[in-house]
């Protein structure tokens, strides 16, 4: 819903209404990139909205953000053996967030983290069934392997519905590049099935969870979710974007 910017500069605990004004009138806030003029009207959920170069959060906002998680680093906030975690990677943020899931100390890429408890719970919970697709370099007898992968599988007794498999590249006989598409984020499964197949795992990196793709960010990198990209996560089209009261 859209409001005057001096009402969500305010709100946000930025500056009082008057304060703002002399923000607005001095053209230190910009909406879409376009500085803002004295009375105008925005919508804190839609729109960029920015003082002196920093975005404006509206107040109760969650923040929601996608990081490319390198290789030796743990999906946790904390560590009790002093490594390395994906909360320092992201603690410029302005916000405390933890990990959506998670990826194994030797594993890569994709990683959602939030402060929304309601956003994690449906995107982890297994009646919703996310799909996680993981490039996966492996050796071994990769065709006997395929079919093992792509049939009924269990883990820990727990049947797990079926996984899509597709042969990206291949070098020589027995090592190849692989698309394998999960719904479940059971502890290191990608790695137990290819283990179960007779496959050992070389490299293994998330490049999309739900409609999010890792796109161009780089190890280390994160940016946040636009509204249209959190929408994307939950499988919805024309919804609202998760807060506090979602």
């Not at 003082?51 to 999906?75: E, I, N, Q, S, W």
């Not at 890569?108 to 956003?119: A, K, P, V, Y």
């Not at 990769?142 to 049947?159: K, T």
């Not at 290819?194 to 796109?215: D, M, P, Q, S």
Request: charged content about 30%; glycine content about 10%; aromatic content about 4%.
């Amino acid at each position: 819903m859209e409001e005057r910017i001096q009402k969500i500069l305010s709100a946000a605990g930025l500056a009082s209404r008057r304060r703002a004004e002399e923000y607005l009138t001095a053209g230190r806030v910009t909406v879409n990139g376009r500085t803002a003029a004295l009375g105008e009207k925005a919508d804190p959920q839609r729109d960029d909205i920015r003082l002196d170069g920093k975005p404006v959060r509206p107040a109760g906002a969650h923040t929601y953000l996608m990081l490319y998680k390198p290789r030796g680093y743990v999906t946790t906030l904390s560590d009790e053996r002093g490594r390395r975690t994906v909360a320092q990677l992201v603690s410029g943020c302005g916000a405390r967030v933890w990990p959506v899931g998670r990826l194994d100390l030797d594993s890569e890429g994709l990683l959602l983290m939030t402060d929304d408890g309601n956003f994690t719970q449906r995107l982890i919970h297994p009646s919703h069934q996310v799909e996680k697709e993981y490039l996966v370099t492996v050796e071994g007898d990769v065709d006997r392997a395929i079919p093992v992968l792509s049939g009924p599988m269990e883990l820990d007794g727990i049947p797990l519905a079926p996984a899509r498999i597709g042969v990206l590249s291949r070098e020589g006989a027995d090592r190849a590049r692989l698309s394998v598409v999960i719904h479940e984020g059971r502890n290191r499964q990608v790695r137990r099935m290819c283990a179960l197949a007779g496959l050992e795992v070389k490299r293994l990196k998330r490049v999309r969870e739900g409609g999010l793709a890792l796109g161009r960010l780089r190890p280390g990198e994160w940016r946040r979710l636009t509204p249209q990209e959190l929408r994307l996560a939950l499988g919805e089209r024309g919804s609202t974007v998760p807060g506090k009261d979602s």
